[in-house]
Each structure stands twice: as structure tokens, then as C-alpha cells.
């Protein structure tokens, strides 16, 4: 997977390791860890990656982040067979995308709640890929996280 962001500024290149940044509490909460947020001296560019056990959800509040970034989730370590839902709402209740999601596949949320719910037998990883619309200030992890349920 390739993600980037048009930038004014000159970023060095970094690398983040994934097994360093989950042993690192600043950077991993619950299922969450941090890859490139704070750590990462960049432009516009943000990415978390998550796990849900099986059967388990969870839900990312709309805490007014549409203003300040693209979000795209794609789903990864999803065993063949197994699937996972994905719902959108911009307006709570309405869901505007309720679909099943399997290895590889990419949901666009543009803004609101986004939930996820791992079927039954497997869990479900996402990587959570998001880009400031503006470079620099709008770049920052909002402080509210998901929750997660079993």
C-alpha cells in the first residue's frame, strides 16, 4: 500500500517499526497503534493500524476531523473466508455505507461515525490512513479514541 499528500515543506524520509511503536505507550492504545502521527516529523500524512477480535467492534466518533483530514481504512489480516462489516453514518442511525469488508478492500469515509464489526471466527485488522487538508496545523491525532467492544 502507497499513501501520500501534496506538501510545500522538505520531509526526510522515516522509518517507523511496527513491533517498536506497539511496545511504545505513547503510541499504542487499547488495539490502536500509532505509525506515523507525532512520531513521524511529516507534512500531512497520518496512519494508525487496528485490531478487532472476533465478534468484537469498534466505533470512531465524529469529532469534527472531516474539517481537517481525507480518511481512507484499509482492511488487512483478514483470513480467506472471513469478512468484517463497515458502516458509515454522517447523520447518527442512517447508515450511508453498510457493507461487508474482506482482505485488501478500501472504504473511503468522508465524514461521521465509522464502525467496524469482525464476523464471527477471525479477527480484522485496518490500516487507518488519513492526510491534513492543510499542511501542518490541521496535522494532529485527535484526542478522542475508539472504542472498542466485545
Known amino acids: 500500500m502507497e499513501a501520500g499528500a501534496h506538501v510545500e515543506g522538505d520531509y526526510p524520509v522515516q522509518f517507523v517499526a511496527y513491533g517498536e511503536a506497539k511496545d511504545d505507550p505513547a503510541l499504542h492504545l487499547s488495539e490502536t497503534t500509532t505509525l506515523i502521527g507525532d ?6 500524512i497520518l496512519a494508525a493500524v487496528s485490531f478487532i477480535g472476533p ?44 457493507t461487508l469488508v474482506r482482505q485488501d478492500d478500501c472504504v473511503s469515509i468522508p465524514e461521521g461515525h465509522h464502525l467496524n464489526i469482525a464476523g464471527p471466527g477471525a479477527r480484522i485488522g485496518y490500516l487507518r490512513m488519513m492526510a491534513a487538508r492543510r499542511e501542518g496545523e490541521d496535522r494532529r491525532m485527535s484526542s478522542a479514541s475508539a472504542t472498542i467492544a466485545g
Open 39 to 44: 512520531n513521524v516529523r511529516a507534512g500531512r
Open 55 to 98: 465478534g468484537n467492534w469498534t466505533c470512531w466518533p465524529p469529532d469534527g476531523d472531516s474539517d481537517r483530514f481525507e480518511l481512507a481504512q484499509l482492511y488487512i489480516e483478514i483470513p480467506g473466508e472471513f469478512w468484517g462489516i463497515q458502516m458509515v453514518c454522517r447523520v447518527p442511525g442512517i447508515p450511508e455505507i453498510l
